[in-house]
């Protein structure tokens, strides 16, 4: 799910299921929160996590930057339950590897570090 900006207020955006629908979204003229589950974990076990995703666009001026960060309060207050959160301006950071590694690091036991 997102949250974006309608003015100056905080709105739901869409809903979806796949992870490639919210980073088209992630253009450089927008700044949004996404809350995303991902399924992470190894060969023993597989965990549901959830991101917390702050995207600021390139373009964004300096005055929406900062009180984006600010604003970010008022979605935690709905988004309560996330792994691990993201405040994400590039677009290779968005990548789907890189957010699951994130998550996996976070999330404790590692049963395959003895295979690599």
């Not at 927008?30 to 917390?52: E, H, P």
């Not at 300096?62 to 677009?91: C, M, P, W, Y």
Request: net charge negative.
């Amino acid at each position: 799910v997102t949250f974006k900006y309608d003015g100056s207020t905080i709105v739901p955006g869409d809903q979806g299921v796949d992870y490639e629908t919210f980073t088209r979204k992630c253009t450089d003229d927008v700044r949004l929160f996404g809350f995303v589950r991902f399924t992470t974990g190894d060969a023993m076990s597989k965990r549901v996590k959830f991101a917390l995703i702050t995207w600021i666009g390139e373009s964004v001026s300096g005055l929406q930057r900062a009180k984006t960060g600010t604003d970010k309060t008022l979605v935690k207050e709905v988004v309560q339950n996330f792994a691990k959160e993201f405040v994400i301006s590039d677009h290779k950071e968005l990548d789907e590897d890189y957010i699951k590694n994130e998550l996996k690091k976070a999330g404790g036991a590692n049963y395959d570090a003895q295979t690599e």
